[in-house]
C-alpha cells in the first residue's frame, strides 16, 4: 500500500473517533500514542468496539447481543445457530446455548427451515425487535451517523476490504463467508424489486437482499 493510501486509510479512522463526544472520550486517551503503527488502529478498533458493548447496562451480555443483532440482520438461509456460530467465531454447543437463552427470554421464536423442513431457523419475536431498540451500539450508529455520506461510505469501503484481506488470509481455515447481495456473484437483478440467488436457485424479495447472508461469494 502507498503511503497517500495508507494515510487516506487512517483519516478515515480518525474521522470516525472524532465524530461524537462519546468516541472523543477515546481519543484522548489514545491521540498521544496513536501512529501509523497497524497494531495501534488495530488496537484501538478492538477496543471501540468493546466499549460500544459494555457502554450501558443491560439484561443481555454482550454475546446474546451479538446473537440478537445476528437474526436481525441475517435472511432466511442463515438464521441457524450453526451459521451463528461460525459468523461469532465460537462453538456450535455455546451458539445453541445463546440462542435457547433468548427463546427463553422470548426474543427469538423457532420455525421449521424452508428447504427440508427438518433444520430449525429462528425469527427475531416483536419484543426482540423492540429490545434492539436498546442495543448498545446504538451510541456508535448515532456517532456515525454525524459523518457525511461521503465519509461513512469511505470508512465502509475501508473496513470491508480489510475484512476481505482477514478472510483471504485465513482461507480454508473457515469455508463459510459473509456478506449481502450487492457484492455477490451468485446474485442476479431480476426486476426494480426483485432478485434472483443462482447458488439456491431462490427468488428474492427487494428487502432481502440486504440481509447477511452464509452463501455469500464475492464478485
Not at 124 to 149: E, H, I, N, W
Request: hydrophobic share 35%; glycine share 6%; with cysteine.
Amino acid at each position: 500500500m502507498r503511503s497517500s493510501e495508507f494515510f487516506q486509510n487512517f483519516n478515515v479512522v480518525t474521522i470516525l473517533l472524532t465524530g461524537g463526544q462519546f468516541v472523543n472520550l477515546m481519543l484522548k486517551r489514545y491521540y498521544l500514542f496513536m501512529t501509523h503503527n497497524s497494531e495501534r488502529i488495530a488496537d484501538l478498533l478492538v477496543h471501540l468496539a468493546r466499549r460500544s458493548v459494555q457502554s450501558s447496562a443491560s439484561e443481555l451480555t454482550s454475546a446474546q447481543w451479538a446473537a440478537l443483532r445476528f437474526f436481525a440482520h441475517a435472511n432466511r438461509f442463515s438464521r441457524q445457530p450453526s451459521v451463528f456460530a461460525s459468523y461469532h467465531g465460537t462453538t456450535r454447543g455455546t451458539a445453541s446455548q445463546t440462542v435457547k437463552t433468548l427463546v427463553n427470554m422470548g426474543y427469538l421464536e423457532r420455525s421449521r427451515g424452508l428447504s427440508d423442513g427438518r433444520s430449525a431457523v429462528f425469527d427475531v419475536t416483536q419484543s426482540g425487535m423492540k429490545a434492539l431498540d436498546s442495543d448498545p451500539l446504538r451510541s456508535l450508529v448515532q456517532t456515525l451517523d454525524q459523518l457525511s455520506q461521503d465519509k461513512r461510505e469511505a470508512l465502509c469501503d475501508v473496513l470491508l476490504t480489510i475484512n476481505k484481506q482477514s478472510e483471504e488470509s485465513e482461507m480454508g481455515l473457515e469455508d463459510t463467508h459473509f456478506g449481502t447481495c450487492s457484492n455477490c456473484k451468485h446474485f442476479r437483478q431480476s426486476g426494480p424489486n426483485s432478485g434472483y440467488c443462482s447458488q439456491s436457485s431462490t427468488a428474492l424479495d427487494i428487502f432481502e437482499t440486504d440481509k447477511l447472508c452464509c452463501r455469500f461469494s464475492s464478485v
